[in-house]
Each structure stands twice: as C-alpha cells, then as structure tokens.
C-alpha cells in the first residue's frame, strides 16, 4: 500500500557500467556466517587456501573464512541466515539466472562467523587484515562507544562499512546514523576516517 519514490535507488546498473567489482577485491563479512554453497554465492568465496589467524600465524586451508564463534575452519551458518543475506547484497552472481544480482557481482566474500562479541569482532578484523581483505562489512549496531572496538577498526587498512541502522524514516537519521530511540549506535557513529556509514 505503500508507493516508492521514483529512482530512489542506488542506481546498479549506472554502477555495473563503470564497475562490477574485481576478483582481486576481499570483502569479509563478520556476522553469523556465510552459506558459502549457495548458487548465488559459490563462485564468489574467497578460497581461503594460506589462510592465518588473528595473530598472523598460519592455519593452512580455511573453507572460505573462519569461524570465531565455535573455534573452527568453517563459517557455515548455524543460527542466523543474516551474513548470507548481506554476502548476496553484496556480491551475488550476475546473469546466472538464480535469484539475485549483488552490487559487486566480481568481488570476494571472505566469510567470518561470531557471536558479535567485541573479542570475536576484534580477532575477525584482525583476521581480514592478515588474510588481504580489502573492505570489512558490518552490518550490525550496538550502544556502547566501545574504546576496544574502535582502535581495532582504526588499525584496519582498508574500508570499514558499517550499519547506520534500521529507522525507516529519514527524519529520525543524523548524521548518516539511526537516532531513533535517542541512542548513538556504533560503529557507524566512531569518528574514524575508514568509517563509510549505510
């Protein structure tokens, strides 16, 4: 019952035009996991072959990530279809008749799975680091201007893309960050210069 705006949108196939991504671009994902066999996905899993942990130590072959939240090599998913929601949005497989299209359908997913603690969070970063990732996605929130957190994403090299939050209305976002329920929500809200907010 709700009409759209015209042309609100990110404008994907402007996008496509000038870029789809590069196979030479790592985007790890910390969330709940990667359903890193899923059609729309498969083709787009870095290969996690050398893979280190957070401490630059070697683990040998990783499958497509790692797995913080039980202490292993394999990031499936095991409570939460939500990391597999965002790895489609971001680099699902262009034109192979499957379900739908990512904004970055050439890039890599590398899958890191955690209970979204600040410990599993800052050896996940720590993690991408080590292992070439690129761009970090964390589309998760939290309300506590954690020191931790944050000197972790500054040390990271690369671009940390992080959630604004979920209001629905415009008028409740300031700053590019969900203000809703007048609680500044982090990482988005961390005044650091790798920081995109979506």
Known sequence: GTNGIDDADIDAPEAWAVSTGSANVIVAVIDTGVAYNHPDLAGNMWDGSNCKNENNDSLNDCIHGYDYEDGD???????????????????????????????????????????????????AISFAQHNGAKVINASW??????????????????????????????????????????????????DLPNIVSV
Not at 161 to 183: E, F, R, V, W
């Open 141 to 190: 929130v939290g309300t506590v201007d954690d020191a931790v957190l944050k000197s972790a994403i500054n040390g990271f090299d690369g671009l940390f893309i992080a959630a604004a939050g979920n209001c629905g209305d415009a008028s409740t976002y300031l700053q590019n960050n969900c203000t809703s329920q007048n609680q500044t929500l982090y990482p988005a809200s961390f």
């Open 73 to 123: 090599k394999d990031p499936s998913p095991s409570t939460s279809i939500h990391g597999t929601h965002v790895a489609g949005t971001i680099a699902a497989a262009k034109d192979n008749e499957k379900g739908i299209i990512g904004v970055a359908p050439n890039t890599k997913i590398m899958a890191i799975k955690t209970m979204l603690s600040t410990t599993e969070i800052v050896k």
